[in-house]
């Protein structure tokens, strides 16, 4: 099915927002898992059923809920039998895709407080981000921003060789 059979009005058959909601969290599920399952045939050197003679191999799926800022997105990341593969996209070990972590941090910037950042997430994005995962967002942040500095003094300070 071409690319303008979907977004035809046949297809797409909606009632309400819910519906509509509905549909594109289906949609936002099914692309993150299909650029998921690119990367781990870009990590293993061949495409899915394709055969190869490396050691290395699919090794089924395992259930992830990310949060974006869409909302909560459960997926299906591919494994692969040496637990090498470390997708870029959703990087193992966290829960929370960049862009919320932004939000994140332009509200701390903006002076809220950690409740007050907790609440503005459930009610904007409707899933809950404890404190402690929010004071950790803060620190990183402040941490890179402390390097970029450090980094941006040793570069002015350097002497000019002639």
Do not use: W
Request: charged share 30%; with cysteine.
């Amino acid at each position: 099915m071409s690319k303008e059979e979907l977004l035809s009005d046949d297809f797409l058959t909606v009632q309400n927002g819910e519906e509509l909601n509905s549909f594109l969290q289906q949609l936002r599920k099914r692309g993150v898992e299909q650029l998921l399952e690119g990367e781990l045939d870009a990590h293993l050197g061949y495409e899915k059923h394709e055969r190869s003679g490396a050691k290395n191999a699919r090794n089924g799926h395992s259930k992830k809920t990310i949060k974006t800022t869409e909302g909560e997105l459960s997926i299906d990341v591919p494994r692969d039998r040496e637990s090498s593969f470390s997708p870029a996209l959703v990087p193992k070990r966290k829960g929370i895709v960049e862009g919320i972590e932004n939000v994140i941090v332009s509200l701390y910037a903006k002076g809220m407080s950690v409740s007050d950042i907790e609440e503005q997430i459930r009610e904007v994005y409707n899933f809950d981000v404890s404190p402690s995962t929010i004071s950790r967002t803060q620190i990183a942040f402040s941490r890179r921003c402390c390097l970029a500095e450090q980094t941006a003094r040793t570069f002015v300070s350097r002497g000019l060789d002639g």
